[in-house]
């Protein structure tokens, strides 16, 4: 579903160049839960940022679902995202002044769905997540565990091929951490979102069904749940 070729990021000009990312290769099947682990500057983010084409990849392609994203124009960027791809952001970045359902919503809405289809797709999602009571409410109503979902929801509810999270524990308590993790291996195992999350938290990655470790920019170690690692 998700295919990483030989992706090189480099950053800087003649005198200055930084090697962020070099020759990353893998794959990701529908259904899986992925974490990408790594020490501070070893190119998660980097990574991170060129599958969903905010930055731009210096050599390599990046397909999903057999669609090459390097090549997908700017002016049809902003539409991708909405539409094949979830975030799930650090701080959940949810609407203060929207409601629950209107934030979940409103990539769909943005794209001009119909109001009873987007109306269905987020009672759908928010059935899943158990939600659906606070879909009226506002942000600042609502406790930090449904916020949590209701931005959960806002990252499949399009159906979106993807969904990516980068450090969405990092500014949590180990308590919100755990829920936020379970919110997330309930969207995977219950509802078959394929997640990628990138983290520098081995609690965090813990959850994930599949470890990919980057080190100076390089993919050095693959770990599967129940198998033992193994050299990439
Ligand atoms: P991580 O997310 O693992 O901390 P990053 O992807 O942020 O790593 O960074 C990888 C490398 O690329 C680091 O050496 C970092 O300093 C460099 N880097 C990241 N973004 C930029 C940028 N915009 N300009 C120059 N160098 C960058
Ligand atoms: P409830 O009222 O349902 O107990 P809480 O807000 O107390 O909800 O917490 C529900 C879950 O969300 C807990 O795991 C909690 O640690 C977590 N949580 C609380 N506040 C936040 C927050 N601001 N951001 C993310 N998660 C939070």
Known sequence: MLQVQNVEKYYGSKNNVTKALDRISFEVRRGEFIAIM?????????????????DTVSAGNILLDGENVTEI?????????????????QDFNLLDTLTLEE??????????????SVQGNVREVAHQLGIVDALEKFPYQVSGGQKQRAACARAMVAGQSLILADEPT??????????????????NQNSGATILM??????????????????DGRLFNELIRGERSRQV
């Open 38 to 54: 790594g020490a501070s500057g070893s190119g998660k983010t980097t990574l991170l940022n060129c599958i969903s084409t905010i």
């Open 73 to 89: 124009s700017g002016s049809e960027l902003a539409k991708f995202r909405r539409e094949r791809l979830g975030f799930i952001f």
């Open 103 to 116: 934030n979940i919503g409103i990539a769909l809405t943005i794209n001009h769905a119909d109001p009873k």
């Open 170 to 187: 990092g500014a949590l308590d180990s308590k919100s951490s755990k829920s936020l993790l379970e919110i997330m291996t309930g969207m």
């Open 198 to 215: 990138v983290t520098h938290d081995a609690y965090s990655a813990s959850y994930a069904s599949r470890i990919l470790f980057l080190k």
